[in-house]
């Protein structure tokens, strides 16, 4: 938990989850922030070929800005 704090208060928004698990999913919605907080999971193919399409869609953002 602290570290996830840790993670929060260093501006990072964005958490992976691999695996069929959502511990860490459970620990960063408890983690209380005003910020608004994605979370992406990674069970199988389908999931990560969706995580990337997303993590390269918030790379051109940023990049736009």
């Known amino acids: 938990s602290k570290t996830i704090e840790k993670m929060l208060k260093e501006n990072v928004d964005t ?29 199988d193919v389908k999931s990560l070929e969706e995580t990337i399409e997303k993590i390269n869609t918030y790379k051109q953002e940023r990049d736009e800005q």
Do not use: A, M
Request: no cysteine.
């Open 15 to 43: 958490f992976i989850e691999i695996g069929p698990g959502k511990t860490l999913s459970g620990f960063v919605k408890r983690t209380p922030t005003d910020k608004q907080i994605e979370i992406l999971n990674i069970n």
